[in-house]
């Protein structure tokens, strides 16, 4: 019968693709301990704009809310940080694409009949996603079965996360099929004209051959050209559009870093050599280190060889009980104490059943299907056939259980324990964090001398006091330096290192040589240029995990076009080099009268005639020449012979002569015309989807509160 634990199997990779997920970790209480209420609360608490629509930051976390409970039911249920950062990014796809979508399909009435959504899930074809999860693994077959029983039993789940995760995953179908619906229109209204048809014909059909000279920009010194300041003003304001800037801050700062003291070491040292009486004199070696020391208790026994160098020889010719040490290994102290010694097996092969609990599935029923089982196997059914047809391990399922060799501490140390305390031949059950595995071992290694060690350790830390002291030091240097002159003079004058972080955008996540500096980023953003950057309570000494830092805000570009003094160099160059690409277009048509051929210009000027050859109207570069669209575009239009006028460039003006014009096969329009309405149709899902995103002018703020 198909349950909700045997999707997940099958369903974690096809999850992971339709949804975005997150786990939120944000205090509204920072927004809602403003005092602020009405409209000036909502536009706090909005995460989002969207095709003119406000998102609320509680609608969203309700989403993610929603989202995860599905997530949890395909099997994860702990994610990281790095996993968190990625589901919320793919949660706000996922609702950015709902709100830009959904007002499309209500402008031209598409929807999704209940009939059609049967089909979709239940019909002679199901949906994609359907079929992957009623798949038989075993067959590559969809199991029509499977999935009959599974809706069949959707009202005997009484915890209701059957129907939860179909719910989901009917809605996930009916947006799939509304999106293909809306394309589908899109592409049978799109229409390539005759005119169309001819022009690409032409354009990609001939190609040309031609000669060239060209005076380059960077030829002319610049100091023999002078631009006024009204001459740069005039050049900035005709080309605004080319100084488009995202948001970005620039900030300096220091670290002050978060290191253990002197006394901290002192203290870490003599608190070990104060416990190693009680580590040896304790009864209950595990206990004892699980209670004391800064990593847990190691249960597994080790070969000679296998452990520290430092230890490794006390061990193996000391006694039970015996403890070494105290001694230094990275950046902490130890002592390690010989808790067992023994005769065990080098190595194991095993094969198991693994029973998994699950929604559908008790823990008291796992239990009974496990017993089952192995009185199975001890009546002499073959193991290897109930694993095929029973083990939720699908890998070693596929062997018939067999795990192969493996040494000691491969496993988790239930499992671990059975197959290297046992002896060969021993059919056993034990139970994991994994669940029940039913275990039979194949074969052990010889026996060596083997030592369970237990390591008490005492990493060294910087303390209260001393994060007090490197804190109060910040505290000073930011009181100190409140200007950013004087923070300036007395890092020179104390010879500290001054760090930079550039073109900070503020949804970034990441600065360089810190530790999750988010705290850090958001505050620059709210902030003014020139100052020392102050957190949500004022505070100008911004701690992230082991260091402080203080900070100012050098430069700040807001988004639109950038400001005549943020782009002045750049429009400096590219006015020079306008002056001079008028310059030498003056003096080539001065040298260009009463000539007849390109040969004669070039002597004229001293230059030298090159080649190019094979170039169509969507030709990339010229050679000798690079990137030149404006040259290409002139020459793939001029006659055989023809010399151009002076072209401006992107590298300096150039005169072209055309020396051959080949025009390629004849090529039908009836054939051109499907080419073209081909290559609009491939290219509709994305540029579609696109076009309506830079329509629905979406605002995120999710950087105010992640």
């Given at each position: 019968?198909?349950?909700?634990?045997?999707?997940?199997?099958?369903?974690?990779?096809?999850?992971?693709?339709?949804?975005?997920?997150?786990?939120?970790?944000?205090?509204?209480?920072?927004?809602?301990?403003?005092?602020?209420?009405?409209?000036?609360?909502?536009?706090?608490?909005?995460?989002?704009?969207?095709?003119?629509?406000?998102?609320?930051?509680?609608?969203?976390?309700?989403?993610?809310?929603?989202?995860?409970?599905?997530?949890?039911?395909?099997?994860?249920?702990?994610?990281?940080?790095?996993?968190?950062?990625?589901?919320?990014?793919?949660?706000?796809?996922?609702?950015?694409?709902?709100?830009?979508?959904?007002?499309?399909?209500?402008?031209?009435?598409?929807?999704?009949?209940?009939?059609?959504?049967?089909?979709?899930?239940?019909?002679?074809?199901?949906?994609?996603?359907?079929?992957?999860?009623?798949?038989?693994?075993?067959?590559?077959?969809?199991?029509?079965?499977?999935?009959?029983?599974?809706?069949?039993?959707?009202?005997?789940?009484?915890?209701?996360?059957?129907?939860?995760?179909?719910?989901?995953?009917?809605?996930?179908?009916?947006?799939?099929?509304?999106?293909?619906?809306?394309?589908?229109?899109?592409?049978?209204?799109?229409?390539?004209?005759?005119?169309?048809?001819?022009?690409?014909?032409?354009?990609?059909?001939?190609?040309?051959?031609?000669?060239?000279?060209?005076?380059?920009?960077?030829?002319?010194?610049?100091?023999?050209?002078?631009?006024?300041?009204?001459?740069?003003?005039?050049?900035?304001?005709?080309?605004?559009?080319?100084?488009?800037?995202?948001?970005?801050?620039?900030?300096?700062?220091?670290?002050?870093?978060?290191?253990?003291?002197?006394?901290?070491?002192?203290?870490?040292?003599?608190?070990?050599?104060?416990?190693?009486?009680?580590?040896?004199?304790?009864?209950?070696?595990?206990?004892?280190?699980?209670?004391?020391?800064?990593?847990?208790?190691?249960?597994?026994?080790?070969?000679?060889?296998?452990?520290?160098?430092?230890?490794?020889?006390?061990?193996?010719?000391?006694?039970?009980?015996?403890?070494?040490?105290?001694?230094?290994?990275?950046?902490?102290?130890?002592?390690?104490?010989?808790?067992?010694?023994?005769?065990?097996?080098?190595?194991?092969?095993?094969?198991?059943?693994?029973?998994?609990?699950?929604?559908?599935?008790?823990?008291?029923?796992?239990?009974?299907?496990?017993?089952?089982?192995?009185?199975?196997?001890?009546?002499?059914?073959?193991?290897?056939?109930?694993?095929?047809?029973?083990?939720?391990?699908?890998?070693?399922?596929?062997?018939?259980?067999?795990?192969?060799?493996?040494?000691?501490?491969?496993?988790?140390?239930?499992?671990?324990?059975?197959?290297?305390?046992?002896?060969?031949?021993?059919?056993?059950?034990?139970?994991?964090?994994?669940?029940?595995?039913?275990?039979?071992?194949?074969?052990?290694?010889?026996?060596?001398?083997?030592?369970?060690?237990?390591?008490?350790?005492?990493?060294?830390?910087?303390?209260?006091?001393?994060?007090?002291?490197?804190?109060?030091?910040?505290?000073?240097?930011?009181?100190?330096?409140?200007?950013?002159?004087?923070?300036?003079?007395?890092?020179?004058?104390?010879?500290?290192?001054?760090?930079?972080?550039?073109?900070?955008?503020?949804?970034?996540?990441?600065?360089?040589?810190?530790?999750?500096?988010?705290?850090?980023?958001?505050?620059?953003?709210?902030?003014?240029?020139?100052?020392?950057?102050?957190?949500?309570?004022?505070?100008?000494?911004?701690?992230?995990?082991?260091?402080?830092?203080?900070?100012?805000?050098?430069?700040?570009?807001?988004?639109?076009?950038?400001?005549?003094?943020?782009?002045?160099?750049?429009?400096?160059?590219?006015?020079?080099?306008?002056?001079?690409?008028?310059?030498?277009?003056?003096?080539?048509?001065?040298?260009?009268?009463?000539?007849?051929?390109?040969?004669?210009?070039?002597?004229?000027?001293?230059?030298?005639?090159?080649?190019?050859?094979?170039?169509?109207?969507?030709?990339?570069?010229?050679?000798?020449?690079?990137?030149?669209?404006?040259?290409?575009?002139?020459?793939?239009?001029?006659?055989?012979?023809?010399?151009?006028?002076?072209?401006?460039?992107?590298?300096?003006?150039?005169?072209?002569?055309?020396?051959?014009?080949?025009?390629?096969?004849?090529?039908?329009?009836?054939?051109?015309k499907n080419n073209l309405i081909s290559i609009y149709q491939n290219r509709v899902n994305f540029e579609t989807y696109n076009a309506l995103l830079e329509n629905a002018n979406v605002k995120d703020k999710r950087a105010r509160f992640y």
């Amino acid at each position: 019968m198909a349950t909700l634990q045997s999707i997940r199997d099958r369903a974690g990779i096809l999850i992971a693709i339709i949804i975005g997920l997150a786990i939120i970790a944000f205090v509204l209480g920072d927004f809602l301990g403003q005092g602020s209420s009405g409209i000036g609360m909502k536009k706090k608490l909005e995460i989002a704009e969207i095709a003119g629509e406000s998102v609320s930051y509680l609608d969203f976390d309700k989403r993610i809310n929603d989202l995860t409970e599905i997530y949890k039911l395909s099997g994860q249920t702990t994610i990281d940080e790095a996993t968190i950062t990625s589901i919320r990014q793919q949660t706000w796809d996922q609702m950015v694409r709902e709100f830009v979508m959904m007002k499309e399909y209500k402008k031209l009435g598409l929807s999704v009949s209940s009939d059609e959504l049967f089909d979709l899930v239940q019909g002679e074809n199901p949906h994609a996603y359907i079929r992957q999860i009623f798949t038989d693994p075993q067959t590559g077959i969809f199991d029509r079965g499977a999935l009959i029983r599974f809706l069949k039993n959707l009202e005997n789940d009484e915890t209701g996360n059957q129907r939860k995760y179909w719910m989901f995953m009917e809605n996930q179908i009916n947006d799939e099929k509304l999106f293909t619906k809306y394309l589908s229109l899109v592409r049978k209204g799109l229409y390539v004209t005759t005119l169309q048809t001819e022009a690409e014909i032409a354009e990609n059909n001939k190609r040309v051959d031609f000669s060239y000279i060209v005076q380059r920009y960077s030829d002319v010194n610049d100091s023999t050209v002078s631009v006024s300041n009204e001459e740069l003003h005039k050049y900035y304001n005709e080309h605004k559009d080319n100084y488009k800037q995202s948001a970005s801050r620039n900030i300096e700062y220091i670290v002050f870093d978060v290191n253990p003291s002197p006394k901290d070491v002192s203290d870490s040292e003599e608190w070990i050599n104060d416990i190693k009486s009680d580590l040896e004199e304790t009864n209950d070696v595990a206990q004892f280190v699980n209670a004391n020391s800064d990593i847990p208790y190691d249960y597994k026994n080790y070969k000679d060889g296998e452990l520290p160098e430092v230890i490794n020889d006390f061990m193996f010719s000391s006694e039970e009980g015996a403890v070494y040490g105290p001694y230094f290994e990275n950046e902490t102290y130890k002592l390690a104490r010989l808790t067992t010694k023994n005769m065990l097996p080098d190595s194991v092969r095993a094969r198991h059943i693994l029973i998994l609990p699950g929604p559908e599935r008790s823990a008291k029923r796992s239990k009974q299907v496990a017993d089952s089982l192995k009185n199975l196997i001890d009546t002499g059914v073959d193991f290897a056939l109930l694993a095929t047809f029973n083990s939720d391990d699908q890998g070693s399922a596929q062997l018939g259980g067999d795990l192969g060799w493996f040494t000691e501490g491969s496993m988790v140390k239930p499992f671990n324990d059975a197959c290297f305390y046992g002896k060969k031949g021993d059919i056993t059950i034990v139970e994991s964090q994994f669940g029940l595995h039913i275990i039979e071992i194949l074969d052990q290694g010889p026996k060596v001398n083997k030592v369970q060690v237990g390591i008490l350790a005492r990493d060294i830390q910087p303390s209260s006091n001393t994060y007090q002291n490197i804190y109060s030091e910040a505290s000073r240097f930011a009181g100190t330096n409140n200007t950013y002159d004087k923070f300036i003079s007395a890092i020179e004058e104390g010879g500290l290192n001054k760090r930079v972080a550039n073109d900070i955008k503020e949804g970034d996540r990441q600065i360089p040589g810190l530790e999750s500096p988010r705290i850090l980023i958001r505050a620059v953003y709210e902030n003014k240029e020139g100052s020392i950057v102050l957190d949500q309570n004022n505070q100008a000494v911004l701690e992230l995990e082991d260091k402080f830092v203080v900070a100012y805000l050098t430069d700040v570009k807001e988004e639109g076009i950038a400001s005549f003094e943020q782009v002045k160099e750049d429009v400096k160059l590219n006015a020079i080099k306008k002056k001079k690409a008028e310059s030498l277009i003056k003096t080539l048509n001065e040298e260009m009268a009463g000539v007849n051929t390109l040969n004669d210009l070039a002597g004229n000027i001293n230059a030298n005639v090159q080649e190019a050859t094979d170039i169509n109207f969507n030709s990339f570069s010229i050679p000798g020449a690079g990137i030149e669209p404006n040259v290409i575009g002139t020459a793939v239009n001029l006659s055989e012979n023809m010399i151009s006028k002076p072209i401006e460039g992107l590298n300096g003006v150039y005169v072209v002569q055309v020396t051959v014009v080949t025009e390629g096969e004849d090529i039908s329009s009836e054939t051109e015309k499907n080419n073209l309405i081909s290559i609009y149709q491939n290219r509709v899902n994305f540029e579609t989807y696109n076009a309506l995103l830079e329509n629905a002018n979406v605002k995120d703020k999710r950087a105010r509160f992640y």
